[in-house]
């Protein structure tokens, strides 16, 4: 960093004051968060588990597609929240692709698994200020699991069938290539406070 540039970060971080210190997460909203996610993946889990032993891993494809959204808006409708899923992969990037606070959240979530934390104990909330007001914000980390090995394991393990169905509902697909135990994506809760 040249001596310009420092005396300019410097300037600019002394004009603007003081850092504001992170407002303290109100308990009673962290936890209905964690009950509307816990709540979104034990719907989607028993939805995809019920297909997937009535018909086959293919089936799984169109819960994901169809009744995945239908149990997301439900439940943001019943908590009066965004409650829905998000991916640094995203398998429909106009469902599925995090703002730029979940982005952040989920590389965060990646990093942390990466020095060797586990995906399915990573959660994080914080109360953010943006232009429309105060947000309760929470993700809780999503873990690749058995079941998520038949449409988001690595490409050469995904059987035809499946490969060809992704291809033809999803042709902007990313969500292929991930590992057990890795970040799959993350449940994500924004309420205004």
């Not at 992969?89 to 703002?99: C, F, K």
């Not at 449409?151 to 169905?165: A, F, K």
Request: aromatic fraction near 4%; charge should be positive; glycine fraction near 6%.
């Amino acid at each position: 960093m040249t001596l310009r540039l420092a005396r300019t970060l410097l300037l600019s971080a002394c004009a603007a004051g003081p850092l504001a210190a992170a407002e303290k997460v109100p308990e009673a909203a962290l936890e209905e968060a964690r009950k509307a996610s816990s709540e979104l993946v034990t719907g989607v889990r028993s939805e995809l588990l019920k297909a997937i032993d009535a018909s086959g891993p293919l089936r799984a494809i169109v819960v994901c597609k169809y009744t995945v959204p239908e149990i997301a808006s439900a439940l943001s409708r019943k908590y009066g929240a965004r409650v829905t899923r998000v991916s640094l992969t995203p398998r429909n990037p106009s469902l599925g692709w995090g703002d730029a606070w979940e982005q952040k959240v989920l590389m965060d979530f990646d990093e942390r698994v990466a020095r060797g934390e586990k995906a399915e104990a990573l959660e994080h909330a914080e109360v953010v200020v943006e232009p429309a007001g105060r947000y309760l914000r929470y993700m809780k980390a999503l873990p690749m699991q058995s079941p998520c090995m038949h449409c988001h394991g690595p490409v050469e393990q995904i059987s035809e069938p499946i490969r060809q169905q992704l291809a033809h509902d999803y042709p902007h697909d990313k969500a292929t290539g991930l590992a057990l135990g890795r970040v799959r994506g993350a449940v994500t809760f924004k309420k205004p406070l």
